[in-house]
Nanobody, 121 residues
Framework: QVQLVESGGGLVQPGGSLRLSCAAS????????MGWYRQTPGSQREQVAV???????NYVDSVKGRFTISRDNAKNTVYLQMTSLKPEDTAVYYC???????????????WGQGTQVTVSS
């Protein structure tokens, strides 16, 4: 059993900041990449930011310079620091990870349950 649990979502005014956290737990051998995706009703899920095991990061153009993804390997946790938030950032944010479970020989794909971020005045 592997679980990714997000936290930190909520309501914030335009220009404000939020930090999302996602903790992975269970029979995990190693974690490769971790990332954040977001989705609004009727829209496809969008990749927002990804961080590889090497520390290399990638961001969608719309959040570059505003969002920062980081990870704490000791805690199996990935963070998304969001600043200068805009109404168009409103979405359900999902944590995702490619990881290897104990005794597995393949890289699996896992999703969190999502956390709501609402940017509104």
């Amino acid at each position: 059993q592997v679980q990714l649990v997000e936290s930190g979502g909520g309501l914030v005014q335009p220009g404000g900041s939020l930090r999302l956290s996602c903790a992975a737990s269970g029979d995990i051998f190693s974690i490769d990449s971790m990332g954040w995706y977001r989705q609004t009703p009727g829209s496809q899920r969008e990749q927002v930011a990804v961080i590889a095991s090497t520390g290399t990061t990638n961001y969608v153009d719309s959040v570059k310079g505003r969002f920062t993804i980081s990870r704490d390997n000791a805690k199996n946790t990935v963070y998304l620091q969001m600043t200068s938030l805009k109404p168009e950032d409103t979405a359900v944010y999902y944590c995702h990870s490619h990881l290897v479970r104990v005794h597995a020989r393949y890289l699996g794909s896992y999703w969190g349950q999502g956390t709501q971020v609402t940017v509104s005045s």
